[in-house]
């Protein structure tokens, strides 16, 4: 899968989230611990909301999705 959004570094209590999209309308939430060393990786499909939001607002901003 492509990225065609790019990402964007969230800070979540002490944990990094990098959300990326994807041309499938993927959102991956890529979560770090330094405690563990490993990567969790979640995967949800907002392929509906994602439409719902593009044709309010054509831009493919990060922030146009509330989480």
């Not at 944990?15 to 979560?31: G, Q, W």
């Not at 611990?33 to 907002?46: C, L, R």
């Amino acid at each position: 899968m492509e990225i065609i959004s790019g990402a964007a570094l969230r800070h979540v209590k002490s944990f990094p989230v990098v959300l990326i999209y994807t041309r499938s309308c993927y959102v991956y939430y890529v979560i770090y611990t330094a405690i563990t060393m490993h990567y969790y990786i979640i995967i949800y499909n907002i392929h509906n909301i994602y439409n719902i939001l593009e044709k309010k607002s054509r831009s493919k901003n990060i922030e146009a999705l509330s989480f």
